[in-house]
């Protein structure tokens, strides 16, 4: 079964250092989505990509979060520099696209757990 | 915006009972998809089950079914026969097709169900 591949599962760091995820969705998924979820809520978006393009990065903090996928396959989000509230997990998904109507949901990577010390 | 509600933030059921998660939403849209997603300790989001908009009929998949109504905007989950692998936050989400929109999926805050043996 395809799965969306992130890496690394988890990570620490400290305040002030620069941190990134790395998320590869399964193979000809146009959307990849990346997702922040804070202990005991739910998951929000952070940034929605088509193909390489930016969709939606309303929610992200542009000071200093970024995200790219220079290819339109893999994808990079990075944060720099890591504050303590950015402690969460950051769980990648990808779907089809939005056209895709025979919709049986995005698929979810296992996510990277972040822990800001 | 959209909004979703889950008002039992956590739920106990016996093993082999019924138990029934509620989730309402707030959406001005017509064309939208429902979702109930898994996500046990191990992490990963699993989608449970879908219900289309437009579609009048309750979906059921094996064990599990919701309760769909459209006009009252409530989507519950029933988990009949209950198992103890079923124990897990259970998200209701929400997910539009505006054209040339953002579709992303909006989450509630969750469920935590706990299976007693």
């Known amino acids: 079964e395809a799965e969306v591949a992130q890496s690394p599962r988890y990570k620490i760091t400290e305040k002030s250092q620069a941190v990134a995820f790395w998320c590869d969705p399964i193979?000809?998924?146009?959307?990849l989505y990346w997702y922040r979820q804070i202990l005991g809520q739910g998951p929000e978006l952070l940034v929605q990509?088509?193909?390489?393009?930016?969709?939606?990065d309303s929610q992200l903090p542009k000071d200093r979060f970024s995200a790219e996928r220079l290819k339109g396959v893999d994808s990079t989000l990075k944060i720099q520099p890591a504050e303590l509230g950015d402690s969460a997990m950051y769980l990648c998904?990808?779907?089809?696209?939005?056209?895709?109507?025979?919709?049986?949901?995005?698929?979810f990577g296992s996510g990277t757990r972040l822990t800001v010390v | 915006a959209q909004t979703v509600t889950q008002s039992q933030p956590e739920m106990s059921v016996q093993e082999a009972e019924t138990v029934t998660l509620s989730c309402t939403y707030d959406?001005?849209?017509?064309?939208?998809?429902l979702f109930w997603y898994k996500q046990p300790p191990s992490r990963q989001m699993i989608l449970v089950i879908r219900?289309?908009?437009?579609?009048?009929q309750n979906a059921t998949e094996n064990r599990f079914s919701v309760n769909f109504q459209k006009a009252a905007k409530s989507f519950s989950l029933k988990i009949s026969d209950s198992q103890l692998g079923d124990a897990a936050m259970y998200f209701c989400?929400?997910?539009?097709?505006?054209?040339?929109?953002?579709?992303?999926?909006?989450f509630g805050k969750g469920t935590k169900l706990t299976v007693n043996p």
């Open positions: 193979s000809g998924h146009a959307t």
């Open positions: 990509f088509q193909d390489e393009s930016v969709v939606d």
């Open positions: 219900q289309e908009a437009y579609k009048q």
């Open positions: 989400a929400y997910r539009s097709f505006r054209q040339g929109g953002s579709e992303k999926l909006v």
């Open positions: 998904a990808s779907s089809l696209g939005p056209w895709d109507r025979s919709y049986y949901g995005y698929t």
């Open positions: 959406t001005s849209e017509s064309d939208y998809y």
